[in-house]
């Protein structure tokens, strides 16, 4: 959504001014111009996890980066660097949106020295200002040949909420999972969440559902309940908790329990022409308490390719119930006995610190983020790419390091062994040795992920096993008698 991916305006700064309006706009082309007198520059909103992948790969190709930060994130969410940078990021400029669009516009067009081409969102957090700042600037400048594109902002909120999400899908008639949004400052929520809960009961009484905030990421606060205890745990540690974002949770979403295997669907769009960029197959298993626990994520590829077909088109659907016409799209899909249904869409580029990049560019040919780009450069090469990729070349997982113990990372054993694996590419680690490492009960808490690609899926397949059977974690447990 919010990364806005088309022809770039091509905006010329007047340093001797400080006035928004100093800007205009040229000719309408669908290649980018390249014959100007200062950088051009990309601003990305909340370039944090891969939007910081994607800043490095604008700066490899030329251009100057302009960071917003939507609010005030954590110091150890912002400084997060991703390992497989292809090179630093020295931002052009720093602006922190304070919550009047207007003035966080003005603050972006008084950046000296370059010419804005284009706004992209970097990760979840920045969808709904990037919808404000795009569809600001498409109106203030709709008269002066302006091509940057918006998804506006009368479906944003749909883009980032996940009930809102879930009722406008339903609303067009596709299949979206059954909930009910509780507010969690209403006397009767709990009650509320057992009635819709008992709608979720089979014949003999028993029944499953989710619980979870309407905004996060990474399957963060996303719980699994079978009983009323469970329920009313979970109710109370989502509610008046915050997210990864700093965001507080003042409500919470309970959804029927969808079974079957879960998909993702990247996309990139423009002006309403979606492309699929890569599709993957998700491995979440029970562990620690928790039921969804990622130990991997597969490139998918079926036999006969239907599969793959009847995702995109119901991903591309949801894309056009949410308004989603321009930017990256990360869709999340249970494939269930009835069919598609959608878990989750994020406006947003796929996420994980922007590991998934290396494993698609030989399979595949190109990434979400490197099509974003070319997207922007020259939308013939957009127009071009297929709807879904082609036959994959090699096959590749990302596997999620499961720690079964909370404590200190006293050391990491047979790492050697690890990287001797046929199909071995590279490991992204979150904690180092000496640090406190968290019981993994999602996506943020896996410790470490361990990319394997090769020619071959039954080598991919059999290394992802034989890291899943190796103890790689010495985890010494804290004494609570010691505390």
């Given at each position: ?16 001014s ?27 909103i ?6 910081l ?64 081409e ?51 899908v339903?609303?067009?008639g ?5 909930q ?25 009484g ?25 329920c ?20 919470v ?10 998909y993702?669907v ?22 620690n ?9 597969r ?29 990256p ?7 269930t ?6 878990v ?5 580029p796929?996420?994980g610190?922007?590991?998934?990049v ?5 399979p ?22 297929p ?13 999620c ?17 690890v ?40 080598v ?24």
């Open positions: 959504i919010g990364a806005a991916i088309g022809i770039g305006a091509t905006l010329i700064a007047q340093k001797a400080n006035s928004t309006d100093s800007f205009f706009g040229s000719g309408p082309s669908l290649v980018r111009k390249l014959s100007f007198k200062t950088p051009p520059c990309i601003v990305i909340d370039p944090l996890s891969s939007g992948t994607l800043a490095s790969l604008l700066t490899l190709r030329g251009y100057a980066v302009i960071r917003v930060f939507s609010s005030n994130f954590p110091d150890d969410l912002v400084s997060l660097v991703p390992k497989n940078l292809v090179r630093p990021v020295e931002w052009m400029e720093t602006v922190y949106h304070s919550g009047d669009v207007t003035s966080t516009l003005a603050k972006i067009m008084k950046v000296s020295g370059v010419h804005v284009n706004f992209m969102v970097g990760c979840e957090s920045g969808v709904e200002l990037t919808d404000e700042l795009t569809n600001l600037w498409v109106e203030k400048y709709k008269d002066k040949n302006c091509h940057v594109v918006t998804n506006g902002v009368g479906m944003s909120r749909a883009r980032r909420d996940k009930y809102e999400m879930g009722e406008a339903r609303g067009k596709l299949r979206a999972a059954g009910k949004l509780i507010q969690g400052s209403d006397p009767t929520a709990f009650s509320q969440l057992m009635s819709f809960v008992s709608t979720c009961k089979d014949p003999s028993k029944f499953r559902v989710v619980l979870k905030p309407v905004a996060s990421a990474g399957s963060e606060g996303v719980y699994f309940a079978t009983n009323e205890e469970e009313r745990k979970y109710y109370d540690e989502i509610f008046g908790s915050t997210n990864v974002f700093g965001e507080l949770n003042t409500s979403l309970v959804q029927e329990f969808l079974e079957g295997k879960e993702v990247d996309s990139v769009s423009i002006e309403g022409i979606h492309k699929t960029v890569a599709i993957w197959e998700y491995d979440k298993r029970s562990a308490g928790a039921k969804f626990v990622y130990y991997g994520m490139l998918y590829e079926s036999e006969t390719g239907e599969r793959e077909d009847e995702l995109v088109k119901y991903m591309h659907s949801v894309l056009d119930a949410l308004e989603i016409r321009n930017g799209s990360h869709g999340e899909v249970m494939w006995s009835k069919g598609p249904c959608l989750e869409v994020g406006s947003r796929h996420g610190e922007g590991t998934f290396n494993l698609v560019e030989k595949i040919g190109y990434s979400q983020l490197s099509v974003m780009i070319d997207a922007h450069e020259n939308r013939h090469k957009f127009f071009n790419l709807v879904r990729p082609p036959r994959l070349k090699a096959y590749a997982v990302e596997t390091l499961v720690a079964n113990h909370e404590g200190t990372l006293h050391a990491i054993k047979g790492l050697e062994e990287e001797k694996l046929q199909s071995f590419q590279e490991i992204e680690w979150k904690v180092k040795v000496g640090e406190h490492i968290p019981l993994t009960i999602d996506f943020l808490t896996s410790p470490a992920a361990i990319m394997l690609m090769h020619e071959s899926k039954e991919v397949e059999r290394d992802f096993e034989r890291i899943h059977e190796m103890e790689l974690l010495d985890v010494r447990r804290v004494r609570l008698d010691t505390l």
